[in-house]
T-cell receptor, first 113, second 115 residues
């Protein structure tokens, strides 16, 4: 069983609020990722990190930011949420070296009113 | 650019019937291929993966998939579907060298199981 945790699982907030989605893993994986998933759609990579103090933007442009100060922690922040940010955000990790397999958290479903 | 296509958005099968979910990919070299399953309100769970070797790979929950290079396909199969298999299924290909963990996902296939 993979040990990767996301909080909150569900969040409903108003426009303009700052939010942070938490993601933690206890597997010691170097690589971590944030994917965005809209209903009925494929997942799109928005951020990734290959280790502490390393962060990169993914293929899908996002107004969110991430940080990687500790190996086990990879939070995602939106400074000013808008309705267009309404989506499900999935955090994942992968061992290094590895086979590219991702271990996913259960997701954070964000609704911005 | 790499891409993944899952032609079937929604499939309904009867419990006990066989299942095949289609996946086609676009990539020049030997791809790293994955099938994930997502139950409602949950994250994704890996069913199986292919990197090299035997083109028929076995996964969890009785699933298998066959890599066919000539058809650029990696179809998922199960001989007898259970009601608990109802979920969303995603095919994915590893971007670039494949083991970066950066995956390109298909749009997903929703599986409904009739009693």
């Amino acid at each position: 069983e993979a040990d990767i945790y996301q909080t909150p699982r569900y969040l409903v907030i108003g426009t303009g609020k700052k939010i942070t989605l938490e993601c933690s893993q206890t597997m010691g994986h170097d690589k971590m990722y944030w994917y965005q998933q809209d209903p009925g759609m494929e997942l799109h990579l928005i951020h990734y990190s290959y280790g502490v103090n390393s962060t990169e933007k993914g293929d899908l442009s996002s107004e969110s930011t991430v940080s990687r100060i500790r190996t086990e922690h990879f939070p995602l922040t939106l400074e000013s949420a808008r309705p267009s940010h309404t989506s499900q955000y999935l955090c994942a990790s992968s061992p290094s070296p590895g086979s590219g397999e991702l271990f996913f958290g259960e997701g954070s479903r964000l609704t911005v009113l | 650019a790499q891409s993944v296509t899952q032609p079937d958005i929604h499939i309904t099968v009867s419990e006990g019937a066989s299942l095949e979910l289609r996946c086609n990919y676009s990539y020049g070299a030997t791809p790293y291929l994955f099938w994930y399953v997502q139950s409602p309100g949950q994250g994704l769970q890996l069913l199986l993966k292919y990197f090299s070797g035997d083109t028929l790979v076995q996964g969890i929950k009785g699933f298998e998939a066959e890599f066919k290079r000539s058809q650029s396909s990696f179809n998922l199969r199960k001989p007898s579907v259970h009601w608990s298999d109802a979920a969303e299924y995603f095919c994915a290909v590893g971007e670039g060298s494949g083991n970066t963990g950066k995956l390109i996902f298909g749009q997903g296939t929703t599986l409904q199981v009739k009693p």
